[in-house]
């Protein structure tokens, strides 16, 4: 769950330096509002709060930082370099079921995040700030997180253990995917802004090539709510994640087909494919209620979900304790 939580903000940290950087210098242009909807999305995806107020002028001053505070900053939940490190924390503890390529590129990532270290600074006589370390960074944690999820899915017996690592795997990206769309698509724009946060936001859950390839030149929240969140064939989409955990779910031992983690499942699931993409685009006082509203269902089913499948697969029976301490360890921040 933290290698795929530090590909997710990896991606989305990278695609909102990238705009800040186009629109800084051009707040006139109508695209530059998805500076402050990107850097919001971040907030949501984080759990953590940015400073951000709503308006392109407010950001500028404080953009860089929190760029860097959620790229480096350890002793702030969420950000990329804690993921990195509770990642590695946590692949060490098992360190004797782990492919031994593993450290190979988890060193590699702990070295450009440490590397990344000094907040930004303004070079003499310009107020441009130089963020190329932290640009590489970013860049080379997303590397890194592709390569040990390449491992996993090729170096590791996929037994049960590797089973509840997948499971926890489509958990994180089904809650990535709901709170990065609920930031970006729920409040209609203008046109110009509608198109640059839409593409910014296919960038961040890497689906932007397959929806340019079926939509040649049109923006269309029902579009990309029919790839990202419809559509089984796409492995970034939400109900190919349910779909996955249904699958896992039933491959542990002691699968009963109706335990409570699999019944919430197949609810969801359902109640995802009763939806028209259509139903989704429709606005109400400037709000997509509809796609608002099955987003925020989602989210927390999603979490519902997590909370049941600790319960009943992570937690210790009665009053036992393991040896390395407590059993709240075992909970995800």
């Given amino acids: 769950r933290y290698g795929e939580r530090a590909e997710n903000l990896a991606r989305l940290l990278i695609v909102t330096r990238e705009r800040y950087h ?3 210098y051009r707040q006139d242009m109508t695209g530059s509002e998805c500076v402050p909807v990107l850097l919001s999305a971040l907030e949501s995806m984080t759990g953590t709060g940015s400073g951000v107020t709503g308006s392109y002028a407010d ?3 404080g953009a860089q930082h929190t760029l860097w505070s959620l790229t480096v900053d350890r002793e702030r939940s969420g950000s990329l370099a804690q993921s990195i490190e509770r990642l590695g924390l946590a692949a ?3 360190r004797d079921q782990m492919s031994n390529d593993t450290w190979m590129v988890l060193g590699g990532v702990e070295r450009a995040i440490g590397q990344a270290g000094a907040p930004p600074q303004s070079q003499r006589g310009s107020r441009v700030v130089d963020d190329t370390q932290l640009a590489a960074a970013q860049q080379q944690t997303l590397a890194g997180m592709l390569a040990l999820s390449g491992v996993a899915g090729e170096s590791m ?3 049960a253990g590797w089973t509840m690592m997948d499971i926890g ?7 990535a995917l709901t709170a990065l769309l609920r930031a970006t698509l729920t409040t209609e724009r203008g046109p110009g802004a509608e198109q640059t946060i839409t593409e910014s936001a296919l960038v961040a859950c890497e689906s932007s090539v ?3 390839r079926r939509n040649l030149g049109r923006v269309s929240v029902a579009a990309v709510a029919e790839l990202v969140l419809f559509d089984g064939e796409n492995p970034r989409s939400l109900v190919y994640q349910l779909e996955r955990l249904r699958a896992n779910l039933r491959a542990l031992p002691g699968a009963s087909g109706s335990s ?3 019944r919430l499942v197949d609810e969801i699931s359902t109640r995802l494919r009763r939806l028209d993409p259509a139903d989704l685009e429709q606005v109400d006082d400037g709000r997509r209620v509809e796609l608002d509203g099955l987003l ?3 989210h927390q089913a999603l979490r519902d979900l997590s909370d049941l499948i600790t319960s009943a697969q992570l937690s210790l029976p009665g009053d036992m304790q393991p040896l390395w301490g407590p059993d709240q360890r075992r909970v995800m921040p």
Avoid at 169 to 175: D, N
């Fill in 296 to 298: 925020g269902a989602m």
């Fill in 169 to 175: 795997k489509r958990i994180e990206r089904g809650l």
């Fill in 59 to 61: 950001t500028v001053a």
């Fill in 260 to 262: 409570r983690p699999e």
């Fill in 92 to 94: 060490r503890s098992v």
């Fill in 210 to 212: 397959i929806y340019r």
């Fill in 22 to 24: 186009e629109y800084r």
């Fill in 157 to 159: 017996v996929h037994d």
